[in-house]
């Protein structure tokens, strides 16, 4: 073996960096302090073309239930429209899974190095890995895998806590036949988003792990902290088309999440690298958490198997990762702002209204849930 890394974290980052760290030849170990993360059933969307790039990269097992999205709809709820009027479709050649399945798939590998139910309690800045049973493990480096509340963050990175944005996620997922027929056909191969005055929401559906379908929703906009009976179910009844109101209704358990963000001041520094959201944390908005995340692993993989002298890894890693996560950051934050705090009029507005509007909101940059130019109307 070429050296020691310890993996602190043991979700989709951890587990793909604990993949890509052995294939360079490293003797891994994988701290988690959950003893199964499996049961985690939201939803994963990808760009075709990143799941292709994984795919061949070994992170991605072909074998992994997928679903594929060939467009999306922009829908608005509409006075005897069931299922809402549809004002623009557009093509995005995307994938989408579940989390769980994505985790399993990377964990089943990673096995001979996690240690679940494991959990650290301190890191340090030479590579020593402290586990709550009192045990200080030495590494050549360390991955921070352990997400927005990271511990290895503060070693390296102790900047502000992420920040808050002011609105919640509520989301749940409700098996594809118990889905209302009028959505069964809309849903096939659609992202589809119904937009409202002060936010949005989205649905598309994911593998089971039963084998069958799930729709996945989202909705962004109901009150932080706000009672699943109460006002939240009576904001998605008024702002969603009837039939999207009751697939939302069907959901066994919906979780609301506060929607927060942060950007990183460094990826890594002496022997700790961080990966994921431990590094940088975006707004769900921009449906690319875990491809960030396994492609900060491959990063890592690429450095490693190089022989990249160890020293030099946290900061070629740091120069190449950190912009595109930040990049991320910032692309989270304006979709946000302009899907959430700042809606448009969207039910007078033409495809080439929407055109603008996407472009102001990407100022150059390009997102797989966006295409260039204007989407065709819907009649």
């Not at 709550?132 to 070693?155: C, K, N, Q, Y």
């Not at 690429?302 to 946290?314: I, M, N, W």
Request: hydrophobic share 40%; net charge negative.
């Amino acid at each position: 073996m070429k050296g020691r890394i310890g993996i602190v974290g043991g979700s989709i980052a951890g587990c793909a960096a604990a993949l890509g760290a052995t294939r360079a030849g490293y003797d891994v170990t994988l701290f988690e302090r959950a003893t199964d993360l499996r049961d985690r059933g939201f939803g994963v969307g990808m760009p075709k073309a990143a799941y292709e790039e994984l795919t061949a990269a070994g992170y991605l097992d072909a074998a992994l239930p997928v679903h594929p999205v060939t467009h999306r709809l922009w829908i608005v709820a509409e006075p005897g429209e069931p299922t809402g009027r549809v004002l623009w479709r557009q093509p995005i050649p995307a994938m989408a899974t579940s989390w769980g399945r994505l985790w399993g798939a990377l964990a089943d590998r990673a096995v001979p190095h996690y240690r679940a139910g494991t959990r650290v309690t301190a890191v340090s800045a030479d590579g020593a890995v402290t586990t709550e049973d009192g045990l200080t493990h030495a590494f050549d480096l360390v991955i921070g895998a352990d997400g927005h509340h990271s511990r290895t963050r503060s070693v390296i990175d102790p900047g502000p806590p992420a920040r808050e944005a002011g609105y919640s996620l509520w989301r749940g997922t409700i098996p594809q036949e118990r889905l209302p027929r009028s959505l069964r056909p809309i849903v096939e191969s659609s992202f589809v988003t119904g937009v409202f005055d002060g936010g949005h929401a989205v649905f598309y559906l994911i593998p089971s792990d039963t084998g069958g379908r799930r729709l996945m929703w989202a909705v962004y906009g109901c009150p932080p902290g706000a009672d699943p009976a109460g006002e939240p179910w009576a904001t998605i009844e008024r702002v969603l088309p009837p039939a999207w109101a009751e697939a939302c209704r069907e959901s066994e358990t919906p979780v609301v999440h506060p929607v927060t963000d942060r950007a990183a001041a460094t990826y890594a520094a002496d022997r700790v690298l961080l990966i994921g959201d431990a590094a940088t944390l975006a707004r769900p908005h921009t449906a690319s958490g875990a491809v960030k995340a396994m492609l900060d692993a491959a990063c890592i993989e690429r450095l490693l198997a190089a022989g990249t002298d160890l020293r030099e890894v946290p900061v070629r890693y740091d120069a190449e990762r950190r912009p595109a996560g930040n990049q991320l950051v910032e692309i989270g934050r304006r979709l946000g702002g302009a899907m959430v705090d700042r809606t448009p009029p969207w039910g007078s507005m033409t495809p080439e209204d929407l055109s603008d509007w996407t472009a102001s909101v990407l100022r150059g940059d390009s997102h797989y849930l966006y295409s260039p130019g204007p989407p065709d109307p819907v009649n």
